[in-house]
């Protein structure tokens, strides 16, 4: 388990970035954390760190957005967002089968706790907020 305290936005975007430089392909990132915790932060910094030009924002009322990149071998970027979900969702019931373990797509999840079936080798990223800009960043 790695831990960070991060005392700004620039400083998780590091954080960020760090994690995007050891990702090769067919990475499931679960992200977890309270309300403005920082995830979708966390995930547009990822993104930019994967070159993804276009503006990342929160899938609020789709639960995926799919992005192409061109990232070592990858070539796509899944965001998801499983706020808005109800109860304990299964990967395949929310339609993520189609984008797991494929060595082309790096996929993250955010509020990924909701999901039950996250597979072992997920990278969990925990985001809790210390005070207003500094965050504890956990991984596990
Ligand atoms: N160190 C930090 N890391 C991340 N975000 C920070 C940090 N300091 C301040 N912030 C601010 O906290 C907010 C985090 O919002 P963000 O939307 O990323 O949270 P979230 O966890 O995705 O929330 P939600 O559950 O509502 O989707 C942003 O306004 C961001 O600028
Ligand atoms: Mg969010």
Same mark, same amino acid.
């Given at each position: 388990m790695k831990q960070y305290i991060v005392k700004? @936005?620039?400083?998780? +975007?590091?954080?960020?970035?760090?994690?995007?430089?050891? /990702? *090769?392909?067919?990475?499931?990132?679960?992200?977890s954390g309270n309300l403005g915790a920082g995830k979708t932060a966390f995930v547009k910094a990822l993104?930019?760190? @994967?070159?993804?030009? +276009?503006?990342?924002?929160?899938?609020t009322f789709v639960? /995926? *957005?799919?992005?192409?990149?061109?990232?070592?071998?990858?070539?796509?970027?899944?965001?998801?967002?499983?706020?808005r979900l109800r109860g304990q969702e299964d990967l395949f019931d929310i339609g993520l089968g189609d984008y797991l373990n494929y060595d082309n797509i790096i996929v993250?999840?955010?509020?990924?706790?909701k999901i039950v079936n996250l597979p072992k080798d997920a990278?969990?990223?925990?985001?809790?907020?210390?005070?207003?800009n500094q965050r504890k960043i956990i991984f596990s």
């Open positions: 700004d @936005l620039q400083e998780t +975007e590091k954080v960020a970035k760090n994690l995007a430089s050891s /990702l *090769k392909g067919g990475e499931l990132i679960a992200l993104a930019r760190a @994967l070159g993804i030009k +276009e503006e990342i924002n929160s899938p639960l /995926l *957005k799919v992005y192409d990149i061109a990232y070592k071998k990858v070539n796509k970027f899944v965001h998801v967002d499983c706020y993250a999840i955010e509020w990924a706790d990278i969990k990223v925990h985001l809790e907020i210390v005070d207003n």
